[in-house]
């Protein structure tokens, strides 16, 4: 395995659990670089004014960074590890536009989306919604206070959609909501050993512990 996606709803952990697995493994970490998006914290308090340059400014920012990162794949780090995927860009963008701009915006995804590289292996963490709420109030971004439970649950259908039209891609879906991955050596060992010491086919694999 040389590329592997570790993704998740809002608050699951992947951007945790990719930099825990990156410094064990030597891998190369690409993490998304939602921080420095001007438009974040307006979308959250003005959705509708500010949802079609947040989702363009995402996709550029994620075009460029997977077009340069997994194009120079080192000797010394042979496996990359990303806490996302492209796909995420069209996944948001049918739940934050409507109509004419998310018409318009698929257009381009569909331009540019052929020319990234595809995973050997996609990681979904799933949590129920309430314990995602749970971790993001703890984490305490101001601008993310006012996530909804109904809007996590949309992106959550919307991944879950994903899979089901990509069977070409090998998916597999953990439930953590009895692990403390973070805290936990154990739980830790037990989710890194689930992801790289098994096989598994394209299509879509589902484990819970």
Avoid at 173 to 201: C, E
């Amino acid at each position: 395995m040389q590329y592997l996606v570790i993704e998740g709803n809002i608050g699951a952990g992947k951007t945790t659990l990719s930099t825990m697995l990156s410094e064990d493994l030597n891998a190369k970490l690409v993490l998304e670089r939602f921080a420095d998006n001007p438009f974040l914290p307006r979308f959250y308090n003005d959705p509708d004014r500010y949802s079609f340059p947040l989702e363009l400014s995402f996709l550029a920012e994620r075009y460029k960074q997977l077009n340069d990162e997994l194009r120079s794949l080192s000797l010394f780090q042979p496996l990359i590890i990303a806490d996302y995927f492209f796909m995420k860009s069209l996944i948001f963008a049918k739940n934050t536009l409507k109509g004419d701009e998310y018409n318009l915006y698929r257009q381009i995804f569909e331009i540019i989306y052929n020319s990234i590289p595809k995973p050997d292996l996609y990681v979904y963490l799933h949590l129920p919604t309430p314990k995602l709420l749970e971790n993001i109030h703890k984490r305490g971004r101001d601008y993310e206070q006012q996530i909804t439970a109904e809007y996590l649950d949309d992106i959550q259908k919307g991944y879950f959609d994903f899979f089901k039209q990509h069977p070409e891609y090998t998916f597999l879906v953990i439930d953590t909501s009895n692990l403390d991955f973070v805290s936990n050596q154990a739980d830790y060992l037990k989710l890194k050993s689930v992801i790289f010491d098994q096989t598994y086919t394209k299509g879509t694999q589902r484990i819970t512990f």
